[in-house]
């Protein structure tokens, strides 16, 4: 299967800063990226959705001034959490797709967001 | 109309066991129904797939069941492992738009 990663995979950080999470297709061209993020022992909440040269797709309740996107390439988006707050700690992962030959959304392996 | 409904939220069996895991669904919109498996700190990973025009699907020891005119579906793992121990997703899309989560359940599998 097609294979996604995430960097970093971990990241600690105080309140107030800004934390940049990549998401990177490594053997396909990824037109369509997702961002997702998990609290403790549920399920997956979508926040965005991006395609590529296009502004991304917010689902509601996700602040876009908060949460920015970037889909800059074909292989390559990324989500920078702005003025992060401990309420922000969260698993984020990504997973990306593409419209021919790709049944379904292909997973990274998640970044764990720690604000302190 | 958008939510996946997931059940049970836990279950435990013993090694050699068979457990099922049942999603239901409202939007018959949807056309895609993937079950994705998760191990503590990992993005999840997809195990088997349906789309409605089969009602049975089968990838070594993992089946899914489908009933389109009651909008559920089921996974079963047949002969579970101890490595089959993780939290299970069902989801549903309308093709690979986006895709809209089960609440998941955590099986635990004994030896």
């Known amino acids: 299967g097609a294979v996604v990663s995430q960097h970093p995979s971990r990241v600690i950080c105080k309140s107030g800063t800004s934390v940049k999470i990549e998401c990177r297709s490594l053997d396909f061209q990824a037109t369509t990226m997702f961002w997702y993020r998990q609290f403790p022992k549920q399920s997956l909440m979508l926040m965005a959705t991006?395609?590529?040269?296009?502004?991304?797709?917010?689902e509601q309740g996700v602040e876009k001034d908060k949460f920015l996107i970037n889909h800059a390439s074909l292989t390559l988006s990324t989500l920078t959490v702005t003025s992060a707050h401990p309420e922000d700690s969260s698993f984020y992962i990504c997973s990306a797709t593409a419209p021919v030959g790709f049944e379904t959304q292909y997973f990274g392996p998640g970044t764990r967001l720690l604000v302190l | 109309q958008q939510q996946v409904k997931q059940s049970p939220q836990s279950l435990i069996v013993q090694k050699g066991g068979i457990p099922i895991i049942n999603c239901a669904y409202e939007?018959?919109?949807?056309?895609?129904f993937p079950w994705y498996q998760q191990f503590p700190g990992k993005g999840p990973a997809l195990l088997i797939a349906i789309r409605p025009d089969v009602s049975e699907k089968k990838e070594g020891r993992f089946t899914i069941s489908f009933n389109k005119s009651a909008k559920q579906f089921s996974l079963h793992i047949m002969d579970s492992q101890p490595g089959d121990s993780a939290t299970y997703f069902c989801a549903a899309s309308k093709d690979t738009d986006k895709l809209i989560f089960g609440t998941g359940t955590r099986l635990q599998v004994f030896p």
């Open positions: 991006s395609n590529e040269g296009s502004k991304a797709t917010y």
């Open positions: 939007n018959t919109a949807f056309d895609y």
